[in-house]
């Protein structure tokens, strides 16, 4: 399924032109246990409802940016800049 996804910096541009990065995450605090660090790296909470993601504009201006959507619809509500929020991208 094709959609638009607005670029922060380009404007709104085809899906394919970017690369999807994932769900944004909570790093664990301080030292991780097994676990936490297992649930950090493999588990995704993969709501059917609004979501807040990583994409990455790798066919244009190769901006990282945050995205929030409902993957129901893949109707993207909002997207902004990192620099704007205060969470920070998990590792891929």
């Given at each position: 399924?094709?959609?638009?996804?607005?670029?922060?910096?380009?404007?709104?541009?085809?899906v394919?032109?970017?690369?999807?990065?994932?769900?944004?995450?909570?790093?664990?605090?301080?030292?991780?246990?097994?676990?936490?660090l297992?649930?950090?790296?493999y588990?995704?909470?993969?709501?059917?409802?609004v979501?807040?993601?990583?994409?990455?504009?790798?066919?244009?201006?190769?901006?990282?940016?945050?995205?929030?959507?409902d993957?129901?619809?893949?109707?993207?509500?909002?997207?902004?800049?990192?620099?704007?929020?205060?969470?920070?991208?998990?590792?891929?």
């Amino acid at each position: 399924m094709s959609f638009l996804l607005p670029c922060p910096n380009c404007g709104p541009r085809d899906v394919n032109e970017f690369a999807y990065a994932g769900e944004v995450t909570q790093r664990p605090g301080g030292p991780p246990s097994q676990r936490e660090l297992s649930a950090y790296v493999y588990f995704r909470r993969n709501v059917a409802g609004v979501q807040r993601e990583w994409w990455y504009h790798r066919f244009g201006c190769e901006l990282w940016f945050l995205a929030d959507r409902d993957t129901r619809t893949n109707e993207v509500l909002h997207t902004e800049s990192p620099q704007v929020s205060a969470e920070t991208p998990a590792a891929t």
